[in-house]
């Protein structure tokens, strides 16, 4: 991804339970977020004094995931939402054992916990407990009664009026939008429209060379690099080999070049690479062998091309978010003082 765009921010995920999964990364995959998922303050404070040597450029708390492994039995995740005081402490102690800004990854609620005002006692709570400044939003609540998390990217509503009430009500706060942007031009528009950032997930992952080729030069309006996902792929290989097998038998193979399975989405010669690269994960041994018996299935004026016009976007993403917008929120705790 770091090599279809320089620039934009990446997010690395850690979940505290399986904490020998890889913090290392690359200098070059700069800026990078280190993502963390978990519900015990000391276990918490101690993945973030054990991230701090790798030199992740933000720390932000998992609160927006409905996984049941993680929200259910695991009672993280979006689960949080429901415990906005525990989740400022959380916020405390990793400021306390980092340098770097913090963040908060969540949903707009949860369940019947979905009104606007919950919302806000939420981002109130969380941003006054602790130092955090920083709001990622998936624009949707999530669903704890069993659906899966792919039905709870999709079935609960996208609300971006929520996101833009929370702008206008915290206007000392950052806040990122998440949820159904899938071009640059629609992200764009969410940044016209007032937003500080925007995150990209699935599109970023199902289309990597259509959606981040572009990033940099229509968000951030860097001349075109004109770079080819052939040069991609050759920096990737010394990326990818210099990494291979360097904790015992991982990253296996398969697990460096998940990144890579869909750059060649929608393109003459995508399936057949497909097989060919389900059969060399059986046999090679390094990603230059790799790529050498898999690439033959990619025609070279594919491999060679600079990456074409950006896909339009939808242009009524946004039509009625800012009419849509909830009355301004009101502090319930603070009316509860002043009137008492
Ligand atoms: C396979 C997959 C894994 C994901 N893992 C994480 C994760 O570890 N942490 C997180 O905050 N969000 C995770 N997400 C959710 C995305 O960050 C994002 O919030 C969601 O997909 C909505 O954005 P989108 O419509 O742009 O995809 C994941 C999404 C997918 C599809």
């Not at 955090?132 to 039905?151: D, V």
């Not at 999709?154 to 996101?163: T, W």
């Not at 015992?248 to 998940?258: A, F, L, Q």
């Not at 060679?304 to 917008?325: C, Q, W, Y």
Request: aromatic letters at 10%; charged letters at 20%; one cysteine or more.
């Amino acid at each position: 991804m770091r090599g279809c765009t320089p620039r934009c921010l990446l997010l690395k995920q850690l979940f505290i339970k399986r904490i020998i999964l890889f913090l290392a990364f690359s200098p070059e995959q700069h800026p990078i977020v280190l993502q963390i998922g978990g519900n015990n303050l000391n276990n918490i404070a101690k993945a973030v004094e054990l991230a701090k040597p790798y030199g992740y450029d933000e720390i932000n708390l998992n609160c927006g995931c409905p996984s049941s492994k993680v929200a259910g039995h695991g009672c993280f995740g979006v689960r949080l939402m429901l415990d906005p005081k525990f989740v400022g402490e959380a916020m405390s102690v990793i400021a306390a054992n980092t340098d770097v800004p913090v963040s908060v990854k969540c949903r707009i609620g949860v369940d019947d916990h979905d009104s606007y005002n919950e919302l806000c006692d939420f981002v109130y709570k969380v941003s006054s407990l602790s130092p955090t400044r920083h709001f990622i939003i998936h624009s949707r609540k999530a669903l704890l009664n069993g659906i899966s998390p792919a039905e709870n990217r999709e079935i609960p509503p996208l609300k971006y009026e929520y996101f833009y009430a929370l702008m206008r009500d915290f206007p000392d706060l950052r806040f990122t939008i998440n949820g159904g942007i899938k071009t640059v031009d629609e992200a764009n528009a969410a940044l016209r429209l007032g937003a500080h950032g925007v995150m990209v997930g699935r599109s970023a992952y199902q289309n990597p060379w259509r959606t981040l080729g572009h990033v940099d030069t229509a968000i951030y309006g860097a001349p075109s690099s004109g770079i080819t996902r052939r040069q991609v792929l050759e920096q990737y290989q010394v990326y990818g080999d210099s990494i291979l097998g360097k904790y015992g038998n991982r990253p296996s193979i398969r697990e460096v070049v998940k990144p890579l399975l869909h750059l060649f989405y929608t393109d003459p010669g995508n399936g057949p690479w497909k097989r060919k690269a389900d059969a060399a994960f059986q046999h090679c041994k390094t990603i230059k062998s790799f790529f050498d018996e898999t690439l033959v299935a990619i025609p070279d004026y594919i491999l060679d091309a600079p990456v074409a016009e950006s896909p339009p976007g939808r242009e009524d993403l946004f039509v009625n978010t800012l009419s849509l917008m909830p009355p301004p929120y009101e502090d319930t705790e603070q009316k509860v003082l002043l009137e008492a």
